[in-house]
């Protein structure tokens, strides 16, 4: 595997379960960040991890539940989602998490729709 | 309130002729500017990027240009391929940010 990986790519859940998703990165980064792509909006910051330690939380919502055990795993976590969180959530890593400096690196996403 | 506008969501360009993607600002602390380019089914992957500090960068056929006092930027592709066909997004950073600020994207078509 090369690159940002992302899985499931595709994830139907109910609004009671708890999922959870997954993202590996085999580029040797030191952060790692979780984004959201509405239907018509921008892509919008979820997290920011640096070297494991979380450096933005960008007012998220607590039924998302974001997880870095390492600097190459980044897990999001999911419980009692709405429907309006139907979307697709992207991963990205870079060797640093300094925006002028450091390029982000995304994987393909999941596509996640909440019934 | 979006402070990164891209204000055309298509664009249809011949191949072979010039594409050019625009992308409006309103945040004056932003200073460092960046394309992505999108194919169905991919992530983002970075294409070309331009600090506050200049008003061109070019790599290859792609070249950016960056209008600080109309807080506009503009992405050229010359000559446009079919392989360009993608949605391009424009972002924004301030410095020392974490942050990278999208717009919702243009889909460019070139047209063979």
């Known amino acids: 595997e090369t690159g940002v990986t992302q899985t499931p790519r595709h994830l139907v859940m109910g609004m009671t379960n708890k999922k959870s998703l997954k993202c590996e990165q085999h580029l040797g980064h030191n952060a790692m960040y979780w984004y959201k792509q509405s239907a018509k909006k921008p892509l919008e910051l979820m997290f920011v991890y640096s070297l494991e330690e979380r450096v933005e939380n960008n007012s998220v919502p607590s039924r998302f539940s974001p997880e870095c055990p390492n600097s190459s795993h980044l897990f999001l976590h999911l419980h009692t989602l709405q429907p309006e969180d139907s979307a697709l959530y992207l991963c990205a890593s870079s060797q640093g998490a300094r925006t002028s400096t450091d390029t982000q690196y995304f994987g393909p996403g999941t596509r996640l729709t909440v019934l | 309130d979006q402070q990164v506008k891209q204000n055309s969501p298509s664009l249809s360009v011949q191949e072979g002729r010039i594409s050019i993607l625009n992308c409006d600002y309103t945040n004056s602390m932003f200073d460092y500017f960046l394309w992505y380019k999108k194919y169905p089914a991919e992530g983002p992957t970075f294409l070309i990027s331009i600090s506050s500090i200049k008003d061109k960068n070019e790599d290859g056929r792609f070249t950016v240009f960056l209008n600080k006092s109309a807080k506009h930027l503009s992405l050229h592709i010359v000559p446009s391929q079919p392989g360009d066909s993608a949605v391009y997004f424009c972002?924004?950073?301030?410095?020392?940010?974490?942050?990278?600020?999208f717009g919702k994207g243009t889909k460019l078509s070139v047209i063979p």
């Open positions: 972002a924004a950073s301030g410095a020392g940010s974490y942050q990278l600020t």
